[in-house]
């Protein structure tokens, strides 16, 4: 098939899956007020391969005709560098910030990859072949992934089988000679309502006696069984007040697996405990590399945005503006530059490019623990108009208008466009949308302290341990 059109796209989404936003149920995801919104924005990825502008970057021309780059397998340290400016650039498109729908599923399938030879290896499986079916079917047709992987968990102080009841981590329930048949709930799933399939993974380590819960599989979004409670970050409003949240979306939802039946063909992990902790693992790590790429634009955002408004306001020549610029700007070149050398420093793991785990936590963790700060030094350049500027009815009022051009503007620029910007910079630190940013910095593609971790257990501390035994005089163990 094809590299299927964004009209072909947002056609093949009204399949009757089951969806839930506010309350109600969504008839059509394609025209709901809020969440065509995130259906328009995924579609980004469908127009960049039909735009000849961006197709040498969005299309990879295969042996069997063209596919989304997105699916190209990396095998090279240079397959991962342009994977990563396809996210950059399809981010930067879409404007919201976030990503769209084909990068997070395509991670799940490397992983699955590898974590699949693995466990053939050790247990006699043909887990494999069947992912490679599936990535070919996904490929193919071009389809949107979506990732369950985060359970809902419940007591988090206590295992799966201890739990008040069983369903708080998705486990099999049942298995005949068709499939297994899946119940539980997955949290965060992002892109879910505008995807295709939806890949389950396990969200951590099992152990013995936890065999029902190591499972890795794929479902139809719109498979008997499985709904979805979406959220998504903002309200509605204008254009000119909320220049990214009033027309783009990314929605988010609980994922419900009610007697879900999988057939075998598409199960890619089924009771192997022990390869449960490793698959989550090496998702993780292609994701963290994907999850630094699309917060690229964001970070030149508040490198753009500071200095603009900087000129406006007639500060850009005080010292403590150009420190907070030149702060800003290393922010954002130190995540590009990390991201670039996890890739370059890529682990070859087969026939694939893994993304140094070191330093993509390294980059991923720089970001978090820096975005509040960040977000400090921007506002501050702003000043208070951020919130409390006039709205877009003040501006359309003839008599007010004449004041608001009066007072509000500046000798660089109109009110008009002072506020546009103020208005723009709010929405990526004081709004709706500002906080689902922010959050996400902290916890989206897991918490700062499982970086901290990763990045203890991947780093070789025995060449410095040993550098500082040599010139303390200790002698060698």
């Given at each position: 098939?094809?590299?299927?059109?964004?009209?072909?796209?947002?056609?093949?989404?009204?399949?009757?899956?089951?969806?839930?936003?506010?309350?109600?149920?969504?008839?059509?995801?394609?025209?709901?007020?809020?969440?065509?919104?995130?259906?328009?924005h995924a579609a980004i990825d469908y127009r960049m391969a039909h735009d000849d502008k961006e197709a040498s970057l969005a299309v990879v021309n295969g042996e069997h005709g063209p596919y989304s780059r997105y699916y190209q397998i990396p095998r090279t340290a240079e397959d991962l560098l342009r994977r990563s400016a396809l996210i950059e650039r399809s981010t930067a498109l879409g404007g919201t910030l976030v990503v769209l729908v084909k990068e997070i599923g395509t991670d799940a399938l490397f992983a699955l990859h590898l974590i699949?030879?693995?466990?053939?290896?050790?247990?006699?499986?043909?887990?494999?072949?069947?992912?490679?079916?599936f990535y070919t079917h996904c490929r193919d047709n071009d389809l949107a992934i979506?990732?369950?992987?985060?359970?809902?968990?419940?007591?988090?102080?206590?295992?799966?089988?201890?739990?008040?009841?069983?369903?708080?981590?998705?486990?099999?329930?049942?298995?005949?000679?068709?499939?297994?048949?899946?119940?539980?709930?997955?949290?965060?799933?992002?892109v879910s309502t505008n995807a295709h399939e939806i890949i389950v993974l396990p969200t951590r380590n099992f152990s013995a006696g936890e065999e029902k819960y190591a499972?890795?599989?794929?479902?139809?979004?719109?498979?008997?069984?499985?709904?979805?409670?979406?959220?998504?970050?903002?309200?509605?409003?204008?254009?000119?007040?909320?220049?990214?949240?009033a027309h783009h979306k990314m929605m988010e939802t609980l994922t419900i697996f009610e007697n879900v039946k999988v057939p075998w063909d598409r199960v890619f992990l089924n009771g192997e405990v022990k390869m449960a902790g490793p698959l989550a693992k090496t998702f993780v790590e292609f994701h963290r590399f994907t999850a630094v790429s699309y917060k690229l634009p964001l970070v030149d955002l508040f490198v753009g945005a500071s200095h603009l408004m900087a000129e406006f306001n007639g500060i850009l020549k005080a010292?403590?503006?150009?420190?907070?610029?030149?702060?800003?700007?290393?922010?954002?070149?130190?995540?590009?530059?990390?991201?670039?050398?996890?890739?370059?420093?890529?682990k070859i793991i087969g026939q694939f490019a893994v993304p140094n785990a070191e330093l993509i936590n390294i980059a991923k963790l720089y970001f978090a623990t820096n975005y509040h700060q960040a977000l400090a030094w921007v506002q501050d350049i702003a000043g208070g108009l951020l919130v409390t500027g006039p709205s877009q009815e003040d501006l359309n009022h003839e008599q007010l208008r004449t004041v608001i051009d009066k007072y509000l503007?500046?000798?660089?620029?109109?009110?008009?466009?002072?506020?546009?910007?103020?208005?723009?910079?709010?929405?990526?630190?004081?709004?709706?949308?500002?906080?689902?940013q922010a959050v996400l910095?902290?916890?989206?593609?897991?918490?700062?302290?499982?970086?901290?971790?990763?990045?203890?257990?991947?780093?070789?501390?025995?060449?410095?341990?040993?550098?500082?035994?040599?010139?303390?005089?200790?002698?060698?163990?």
């Open positions: 098939m094809a590299l299927q059109t964004a009209e072909q796209y947002k056609e093949s989404l009204r399949d009757g899956r089951v969806v839930y936003y506010r309350g109600e149920r969504v008839d059509d995801v394609t025209t709901h007020p809020v969440i065509s919104l995130a259906v328009e699949a030879a693995q466990t053939d290896r050790i247990h006699g499986t043909d887990y494999l072949s069947r992912v490679e079916r979506a990732v369950a992987q985060t359970d809902v968990k419940g007591d988090r102080g206590k295992g799966p089988s201890e739990q008040n009841h069983q369903d708080y981590y998705v486990h099999v329930t049942a298995q005949d000679a068709d499939g297994i048949t899946l119940c539980g709930a997955k949290i965060h799933t992002s499972i890795a599989c794929a479902v139809p979004a719109n498979a008997p069984g499985l709904s979805m409670v979406a959220s998504g970050y903002g309200r509605s409003g204008n254009e000119f007040e909320h220049p990214i949240s010292g403590h503006v150009r420190d907070k610029l030149a702060k800003l700007i290393s922010y954002a070149q130190i995540c590009r530059g990390m991201t670039r050398e996890a890739a370059r420093e890529a503007g500046a000798a660089e620029t109109s009110a008009e466009n002072r506020l546009k910007l103020m208005n723009l910079i709010a929405e990526i630190t004081a709004t709706d949308f500002a906080g689902y910095a902290v916890h989206a593609e897991g918490s700062i302290e499982a970086e901290k971790m990763t990045i203890w257990r991947q780093h070789d501390i025995v060449p410095s341990v040993n550098y500082a035994k040599q010139l303390a005089g200790i002698k060698p163990d």
